[in-house]
């Protein structure tokens, strides 16, 4: 990628994805089962690689280190719930791109 006449990043869209994933973290949504959304966005907030929870639409939004996927599902499952929804938030280039300049 090139921006203002610099190379300021090089790889596949993948590689820069994880490249912003691992600065700025991974947003999820995720949706569960046998346990009302708020009492799992509790638990969530707990998980130190957690850095924001919000409940909304019956789902749970959260930003977390890139990597912990299997810790956040393992929580909701100790807590009693069970997921039924868990995606990740994609990245398109553009976003990409913007996010490597700092925009």
């Known amino acids: 990628m090139i921006s203002k006449g610099r190379l300021i990043a090089v790889g596949t869209v993948e590689e820069l994805r994880d490249e912003v994933r691992g600065k700025e973290g ?13 009492e799992v966005a509790l638990a969530l907030e707990q998980i130190g690689s957690v850095h924001s929870v919000e409940v909304s639409d019956g ?23 069970a997921v039924t929804r868990f995606e990740e938030g994609r990245m398109d280039l553009q976003r990409v791109f913007l996010r490597l300049i700092g925009a």
């Open 59 to 81: 789902g749970i939004r959260l930003l977390a280190d890139k990597g912990t996927r299997m810790e956040i599902a393992e929580v909701v499952q100790r807590s009693g719930g």
């Open 26 to 38: 991974v947003r999820y949504l995720l949706e569960v089962s046998d346990l009302p959304a708020e």
